[in-house]
């Protein structure tokens, strides 16, 4: 119950300092966005990290899946290395390589994005599917499952909650990203704080940045919540007894 | 039922896990797979259901080839639990029961049913145990969810790897106890694996001997014990297979009649009388309806006039079904020396002295001499 206080009182908090910015209308010589615009970008921002969360699930999730299988044993570390070594990548420099490498504009943030977010979603899907207790493989195969049954019914049922752990970090780290990607001309929130600090207007700054903050708050304590509800209740109460241990 | 025709498998690497191993095991044999680890036990065991492709040879099921089968139809047919166990923590007992059930599209109504009726089969409770998860069972709760889940679909074949290894002796012993229960009522043709000699001769109705992929000897449990093919099988059965062996009889098998058995109204005197007759020093007395009431020696009968003041009771009685090995453990800690054995109403039905388990020791002994001869 606390937990929802904090986390409704915090969004309202970074609503309402949007809000009261924009109310300022204009702050010495500098106009604030209009609340529009500030929807607009809101709306953007959404767009870039939605498409880019997209592209990453569709392809992360397949990817971290074969990761784990017997014919990809000799490509996997490489993936999994990468996929490691990809996400101590500040996304500040990531995305400056990836201004330089893929161009300007909201495509190349997309990519960039669907790219950087792609890495936490090989990574816990590999983790959470090479967790699976190989004995429970073995039992599902004695009984006479296909191959394709136990990939369905048993390997990502019981790996889902870590691959949506791996989305949920993706997403959040995303809205984050997606607004550095204000630099590389991709629209969206990032625009704003972007234009607040060449002008060197906290105002405005904060009209961009305080949304931002808001949007990653509410992202994950949606997907936590999905995540909640998928999770098998066998899981919850294993991983509750093993945290008693 | 299950045949095994030079089937050999030979791994990527060489190893010869198993060699040209033939064996038949028939309808509604107990079948024990036996030998120290790396014998190919489990690999020969595994083949059966196609879960390890064999390099060679032929395996019929009922008289099919079972490479002819496809390999999902196959395994759904045939029963199967393992050490680990595997139980998928994600769903509930029921849901683990009914996994071939499920698999084989019985109607939904039908799962809830058969896994209940499984449930109470390996003694436990549906009505408390049926939602529960996995993780919510403890361990000997978890084995026995196994061995329900590999009847499922009440298969006709079940093939088991080590199925009560992951638990403590005593519940294993127990566990052990009632599935050999449940398979004197459901006399499934089993493949059972285990590198536990005492496991195999409790269990097994024949033992299939392996070392380093070879079937070494294939028999009876009492002919493993007093026929070794060789030195290896002498050893691995050990040096106490005489005492193993005592695991094959039964109270029952070996009991006497009471050689003096007497009423409380009799006269010590007479009692005494009848002793010294018999040459022994001990009687047994039993009330109006012959139920078993404790111990007479010869040193008391002066002692009283009554039976019942002088007579001893007995510390420990056994019932028919007991394995000999734990009836000679039981009577080396009674006083008497001997042990009475009684049905459930405490009836007696015969007793059981060192006379005579020495009697079957040394007929035992004598066998093998003129086997040897």
Known sequence: ?245 | MIKLENVTKVYQDGTKAVKELSLEIEKGEFCIFLGPSGCGKTTSMKMINRLIPLTSGKIFVDGVDVMKLDPNELRRGIGYAIQNIGLFPHLTVMENIATVPMLQKWPKKKWRTRAAELLELVGMDSGTFLDRYPSELSVGQQQRVGVARCLGADPPILLMDEPFGAIDPITRAKLQDEFLKIQSTIKKTIAFVTHDINEAIKMGDRIALLRLGELIQYSDPATLLNEPKNEFVRNFVGADRVLKGMRLYRARDVMQEPPLMFTEDEKPSTVGEQMRQNMLNWAMLVDKKKRFLGWITYDDLEKSTSLREIMVEPAVTTSPETPLNEAISLMLNSAIGNLSVVDNEGHLLGVLTFEIIRTILSQESEDKKSDGG
Request: proline fraction near 4%.
């Open chain 1, 1 to 245: 119950m606390r937990k929802y206080v904090i986390l409704g009182g915090l969004i309202a908090l970074l609503l309402g300092i949007t809000i009261w910015m924009t109310g300022l209308e204009s702050v010495g010589i500098f106009k604030m966005a209009p609340a529009t615009k500030v929807l607009k970008a809101t709306a953007r921002h959404f767009q870039i990290v939605g498409a880019a969360e997209a592209l990453a699930i569709a392809l992360g999730i397949p990817i971290g899946f074969f990761s784990t299988r017997r014919a990809m044993r000799f490509v996997s570390p490489v993936l999994i290395g990468t996929a490691n070594v990809g996400q101590t990548i500040p996304t500040l420099a990531f995305i400056g390589i990836a201004g330089a490498v893929l161009g300007m504009g909201y495509k190349a943030a997309v990519i960039a994005l669907f790219i950087y977010g792609m890495l936490p979603i090989i990574r816990n899907t590999y983790a959470g599917i090479r967790s699976v207790d190989p004995s429970v493989i073995e039992a599902a195969r004695g009984m006479g499952m296909s191959k394709m049954q136990i990939t369905a019914r048993i390997e990502l049922r019981i790996a889902m909650p870590v691959i949506l752990a791996g989305i949920r970090t993706s997403t959040v780290v995303n809205v984050g990203t997606a607004a550095v990607a204000g630099m590389i001309g991709a629209g969206g929130l990032g625009e704003l704080i972007v234009t607040g600090i060449a002008v060197r207007v906290t105002q405005i700054i904060l009209q961009g940045a305080a949304p931002t903050a808001a949007l990653a708050i509410i992202l994950d304590a949606a997907i936590g919540g999905i995540e909640n509800v998928i999770t098998p209740r066998g899981l919850k109460i294993l991983k509750a007894a093993q945290w008693q241990q």
